[in-house]
């Protein structure tokens, strides 16, 4: 038991969110009256209080606006080193997460991030890799559009 | 008729690893010597406020903290109540003692903050919610966000946060009580090695067990007490509950709120403060107070602290016991300990010569609570 995943524990006002990941889906909660978009999920918006909140896709890109070396070990299941992280998403919603796949000499604050789903335990959970030549592929992209 | 509130005594246990004693009764201990030192008795307590410490929690069981503490003592009281503001809490239950007596609500309150987490292993690494999945684990995790911030934005060094540690240490050495006397020197802070990158070992404060306690009293009835006075100047509080999912929660402290207003309102600049004693679970907060009451600009808290100018005999010594860092972990309580210890001029070796007014910071949670105090003869 002792080495099982420290998985999230859904609540009503947070299981769409950890329901969409289990389908590789990064959503947060967006005010349909004043547009606040927000995490985690509330019973209403933070900014107006109001009830009229809809989940909305976003597309997992973000930059790292802060981040962490745990060189201890705190639960068996996740053995240091590992990074934790302040992910920026494009929105401009914050979330805790881990870097993964880099190096953490590699880590800047300001490093363009990309989702990656990770199982662990059986659920999935949004971790962040290091988008290489974020502007390459972005105009590949478009130029392939135009064609 | 004079109700305005004062303090009037101060009294602490040993603080350490204290094999064999519980929280509950190193409360007892604190409690006892604070009303000795006031030259009260213990007929004469009517109010019990608490500041149950982190491996306690409010409930001890189902009966909350106040009534457990207030059992053993053998209380009947008008007014008490416990808070769960974190670290900010020692500060916050003085100030509801201030309130209460100028109120009228009771006339000698007891204000007691106690623990012993040593007895209660892990009780500080617990996961804030949903970030345990990620490994976000400890007080140390937050703060260290913070301060990876704080290198990014200003330029701040870990040789800077090590500067903060080292003048908690050399303070220590001036402290009997402390449990770190040893002076540390930048060598033996860099070679420590990291908890939670950038933080290092001596950037994080100590764990403890141990109990503290004030007493507040009103000015009529402390007029024949023993001990000289200490008069509330002011106080106040500011909160952050902005969950790690808002965008400024690691670049500022509500203590940037509450206090420039609470020095303004008791007529009082940065420069007019001669104890200064900051909430120090982690280096970096000592550098964000020094930012967020004015002690220096904004983002100049790295350079400020360098040279020893918030160690002994420096121009702005700061946490002359030690503090969290190197005295002992006393949830705040000591801090408001050593600064009345300032005041009625009773500091021994690291007595601030001339010291007439002091600020106590309080602060907690995930970065969520704040409180001020400010003391003077």
Redesign the interface.
Same mark, same amino acid.
């Given at each position: 038991m002792e080495n099982e995943? +420290?998985?999230?524990?859904p609540t009503p006002f947070?299981e769409s969110f950890w329901d969409a990941c289990q389908q590789e889906l990064l959503q947060v909660w967006r005010c349909k009256v004043c547009g606040h978009p927000?995490?985690?999920g509330g019973p209403v918006c933070p900014e107006c209080w109001s009830d009229d909140l809809e989940m909305q896709p976003v597309s997992g890109r973000g930059e790292v606006? /802060?981040?962490?070396?745990?060189?201890?070990t705190?639960?068996p299941a *996740?053995p240091a080193p590992?990074i934790?992280a /302040?992910i920026?998403l494009e929105n401009?919603?914050?979330? *805790?997460?881990?870097i993964i796949d880099c190096k +953490?000499e590699m880590v800047r *604050?300001g490093m363009q991030v990309q989702v990656a789903f990770k199982q662990?335990s059986g659920f999935k959970?949004p971790?962040f890799t290091p988008t290489v030549h974020t502007n390459t592929t972005f105009q590949l992209k478009r130029g392939n559009s135009s064609v | 008729m004079n109700r305005e509130a004062l303090i009037a005594g101060v009294g602490h246990s040993p603080f350490g690893k204290l094999t064999g004693r519980t929280a509950l009764d190193l409360e007892v201990e604190a409690a006892i010597k604070a009303i000795a030192d006031a030259g009260l008795s213990p007929q004469d307590v009517d109010g019990l406020v608490t500041d149950p410490g982190p491996a306690q929690g409010i409930l001890n069981g189902i009966t909350p903290h106040y009534l457990a503490l207030g059992q053993l003592l053998g209380l009947n009281p008008r007014y008490t109540g416990s808070e769960i503001l974190g670290g900010a809490g020692s500060v916050a239950i003085i100030q509801r003692a201030v309130m209460a007596v100028e109120a009228g609500l009771c006339s000698v309150c007891l204000c007691v903050y106690g623990d012993a987490p040593l007895s209660a292993k892990g009780s500080f690494?617990y =996961?804030r @919610?949903?970030? =345990? %999945?990620? @490994?976000?684990?400890?007080a140390a @995790?937050l703060h =260290?966000? %913070? =301060?990876?911030?704080h290198m990014?934005l200003w330029g701040t060094t870990e040789n800077q946060f090590g500067e903060v540690a080292i003048a908690a240490r050399a303070h220590a050495a001036r402290n009997p009580n402390a449990q770190l006397q040893k002076p540390l020197t930048m060598k033996e802070y860099r070679e420590a @090695?990291?908890?939670?990158?950038?933080?290092k070992k001596a950037d994080c404060c100590l764990i403890s067990d141990g109990a503290a306690a004030v007493v507040v009293t009103s000015a009529d009835r402390a007029a024949d007490l023993l001990k000289p006075h200490t008069r509330i100047l002011g106080y106040g509080q500011a909160h952050n509950f902005g969950?790690?999912?808002?965008?400024d929660?690691?670049d500022s402290l509500p203590a940037a709120r509450c206090g420039p207003e609470v020095l303004n309102k008791a007529g009082l600049a940065p420069s007019d403060i001669d104890v200064v004693q900051l909430y120090d679970c982690f280096t970096i907060v000592v550098l964000m107070q020094l930012e967020a009451y004015g002690f220096c600009a904004k983002g100049e808290a790295g350079s400020f602290v360098e040279h020893g100018r918030i160690g002994p005999g420096g121009s702005l010594p700061v946490n002359t016991s030690g503090g969290l860092l190197a005295e002992a972990y006393g949830g705040g309580m000591l801090h408001v300990i050593e600064a009345v210890r300032q005041l009625r001029g009773e500091a021994e070796d690291r007595q601030i010569q001339g010291a007439e007014t002091a600020l106590i910071s309080g602060h907690g949670l995930g970065m969520n609570t704040h409180t001020t105090l400010v003391l003077g003869v």
């Amino acid at each position: 038991m002792e080495n099982e995943y +420290p998985l999230p524990q859904p609540t009503p006002f947070t299981e769409s969110f950890w329901d969409a990941c289990q389908q590789e889906l990064l959503q947060v909660w967006r005010c349909k009256v004043c547009g606040h978009p927000f995490l985690p999920g509330g019973p209403v918006c933070p900014e107006c209080w109001s009830d009229d909140l809809e989940m909305q896709p976003v597309s997992g890109r973000g930059e790292v606006f /802060s981040f962490v070396v745990y060189h201890r070990t705190y639960h068996p299941a *996740i053995p240091a080193p590992y990074i934790v992280a /302040s992910i920026e998403l494009e929105n401009g919603v914050h979330l *805790i997460s881990n870097i993964i796949d880099c190096k +953490p000499e590699m880590v800047r *604050i300001g490093m363009q991030v990309q989702v990656a789903f990770k199982q662990k335990s059986g659920f999935k959970l949004p971790m962040f890799t290091p988008t290489v030549h974020t502007n390459t592929t972005f105009q590949l992209k478009r130029g392939n559009s135009s064609v | 008729m004079n109700r305005e509130a004062l303090i009037a005594g101060v009294g602490h246990s040993p603080f350490g690893k204290l094999t064999g004693r519980t929280a509950l009764d190193l409360e007892v201990e604190a409690a006892i010597k604070a009303i000795a030192d006031a030259g009260l008795s213990p007929q004469d307590v009517d109010g019990l406020v608490t500041d149950p410490g982190p491996a306690q929690g409010i409930l001890n069981g189902i009966t909350p903290h106040y009534l457990a503490l207030g059992q053993l003592l053998g209380l009947n009281p008008r007014y008490t109540g416990s808070e769960i503001l974190g670290g900010a809490g020692s500060v916050a239950i003085i100030q509801r003692a201030v309130m209460a007596v100028e109120a009228g609500l009771c006339s000698v309150c007891l204000c007691v903050y106690g623990d012993a987490p040593l007895s209660a292993k892990g009780s500080f690494d617990y =996961a804030r @919610g949903d970030e =345990a %999945a990620f @490994g976000l684990f400890g007080a140390a @995790g937050l703060h =260290a966000l %913070a =301060a990876k911030r704080h290198m990014h934005l200003w330029g701040t060094t870990e040789n800077q946060f090590g500067e903060v540690a080292i003048a908690a240490r050399a303070h220590a050495a001036r402290n009997p009580n402390a449990q770190l006397q040893k002076p540390l020197t930048m060598k033996e802070y860099r070679e420590a @090695g990291y908890i939670v990158e950038p933080l290092k070992k001596a950037d994080c404060c100590l764990i403890s067990d141990g109990a503290a306690a004030v007493v507040v009293t009103s000015a009529d009835r402390a007029a024949d007490l023993l001990k000289p006075h200490t008069r509330i100047l002011g106080y106040g509080q500011a909160h952050n509950f902005g969950t790690y999912s808002s965008p400024d929660h690691f670049d500022s402290l509500p203590a940037a709120r509450c206090g420039p207003e609470v020095l303004n309102k008791a007529g009082l600049a940065p420069s007019d403060i001669d104890v200064v004693q900051l909430y120090d679970c982690f280096t970096i907060v000592v550098l964000m107070q020094l930012e967020a009451y004015g002690f220096c600009a904004k983002g100049e808290a790295g350079s400020f602290v360098e040279h020893g100018r918030i160690g002994p005999g420096g121009s702005l010594p700061v946490n002359t016991s030690g503090g969290l860092l190197a005295e002992a972990y006393g949830g705040g309580m000591l801090h408001v300990i050593e600064a009345v210890r300032q005041l009625r001029g009773e500091a021994e070796d690291r007595q601030i010569q001339g010291a007439e007014t002091a600020l106590i910071s309080g602060h907690g949670l995930g970065m969520n609570t704040h409180t001020t105090l400010v003391l003077g003869v």
